[in-house]
């Protein structure tokens, strides 16, 4: 997600996660009927890494020939709205508001410049048919990442205040995007059911010599239904990002793949409301490249049946 021109100082890495907070495909939603919800995502990427191994800044002697990351706070925003038309067909849009404060040394330089971005990033637009088995419990999505996202953020303080940020830290890739995705969910048992969810992400244009890097997401999940109000849950996620393209692109330094443990818990409020709290642990990271990466991921959200 790195792109670098000369004079333009750029830093990123895989940046968000794989959580599946998507309770419509997860069998939560099978009747007809509209459900908006609200997620908090905050991740503080401050750990930087090469390869599987973490690297310390302080091991660099300034100023130096590659850009050294120092940190990326995350407070994303997910809005979302799902309306199922029927127990087979549905419809989800997820639009998010993102926060991002960032610090790096660029190349060259010998003091932290710094970034501070606040405004929306890209709308998702995700079809869903789970009519493949009579219980509604097989299907398919499909849909289109579209660019709403901005692209033209600058640094704001240090050497490189007034230059454009990379493209992988711009709050949208610029890109009209393909999703396609699969999954699965049943019973266990009288209190244990489960989820599988696999969904790719293939950039369907380039935009200003720039194109990211395709990517899939896998998750697995657990939650035990034997409470009234509370269900715990376990999700395993899986996230695999090939290197970004074109001349903006850092292609050293992009791509990556990562595994997530993420315990979390759902909560029944009242008929209609519902909460739920996830952390992610990272399990395993290898990353192409200089890259930063969180070492805890958290989530919270709410989502209102009308």
Known sequence: MLGIIPGMAGACSTCGCSLNSDWAS??????????????????????????????????????????VQRETINRNTLLGADYNFSRYWGLSLQLPYMDRYHQTIAEGDTAISTSDTRSIGDLRVVARYQGLSPDAGFGLQFGIKLPTGSFGQSFVAGPQAGELLDRGLQLGTGTTDALLGVYKFGNLGESLSY????????????????????????????????????????????????????????RENSGATLGYLSPGVSVKLTRRLDAFAFVQFPVWERVNGLQLEPRRLWSLGVQYRL
């Open 26 to 67: 997860q069998g939560y939603a099978t009747t007809s009927g509209l459900h908006l919800s609200l997620r908090q995502d905050y991740f503080n990427q401050s750990q930087l890494r090469n390869g599987t191994d973490s690297v310390s800044p302080g091991s660099f002697s300034y100023p130096t020939d590659k850009e």
């Open 195 to 250: 989820f599988a969810q696999a969904m790719a992400q293939v950039a369907l244009d380039a935009r200003d010599r720039f194109r990211p890097g395709n990517s899939v997401n896998v998750n697995l999940g657990l939650r035990y239904m034997g409470m009234a109000r509370v269900t715990p849950q376990l999700q395993l996620n899986l996230h695999s990002e090939r290197r970004e393209s074109g001349a903006l692109a850092d």
